[in-house]
C-alpha cells in the first residue's frame, strides 16, 4: 500500500514562497494536485521516478519547481512569487506505472493534502 505523508503548507503573502514536501513508502512517478474551494482539483506538476521528466501546468510554469530526492522517496515543490489565485489546498499523489501522468485519475494513491493560503 502507497503512503504519502504532506508537509510545508501555511499561510504565506502575495510574492512570497513556499515548499511542500510529499514523503513516499517507495519510489513512484509522483505529482502535485490542488483543489481551490468551489473549483474542480487541477493538476499542478509532475516528476517521473527517476526525476529526469518534470511536467508544469501553464499557470505555475517559472514560478513552481517540482524536484525529488530518491534517498528520501520525498517529493518537493518549491513554490514562488505566489499569488491570490494559488490558494487552495494541495495532494501529492503517487502513479504505480511506468508512464507519467498529468491526470488525476491515472494516479491511484493521495495524500491528506495540505492548506496553502496567500493573503494580499
Known amino acids: 500500500q502507497v503512503q504519502l505523508v504532506e508537509s510545508g503548507g501555511g499561510l504565506v503573502q502575495v510574492g512570497g514562497s513556499l515548499r511542500l514536501s510529499c514523503a513516499a513508502s517507495?519510489?513512484?512517478?509522483m505529482a502535485w494536485f490542488r483543489q481551490a474551494p468551489g473549483k474542480e482539483r487541477e493538476f499542478v506538476a509532475a516528476?517521473?521516478?527517476?526525476?529526469?521528466?518534470?511536467n508544469y501546468a501553464d499557470s505555475v510554469k517559472g514560478r513552481f519547481t517540482i524536484s525529488r530526492d530518491n534517498a528520501k522517496n520525498t517529493v518537493y515543490l518549491q513554490m514562488n512569487n505566489l499569488t491570490p489565485e494559488d490558494t487552495a489546498v494541495y495532494y501529492c499523489?503517487?502513479?504505480?506505472?511506468?508512464?507519467?501522468?498529468?491526470?488525476?485519475?491515472?494516479?491511484?494513491?493521495w495524500g491528506q493534502g495540505t492548506q496553502v493560503t496567500v493573503s494580499s
Open positions: 517507495a519510489r513512484y512517478n
Open positions: 499523489a503517487a502513479r504505480v506505472s511506468a508512464l507519467l501522468s498529468t491526470t488525476g485519475a491515472d494516479f491511484g494513491s
Open positions: 516528476i517521473s521516478w527517476s526525476g529526469g521528466i518534470r
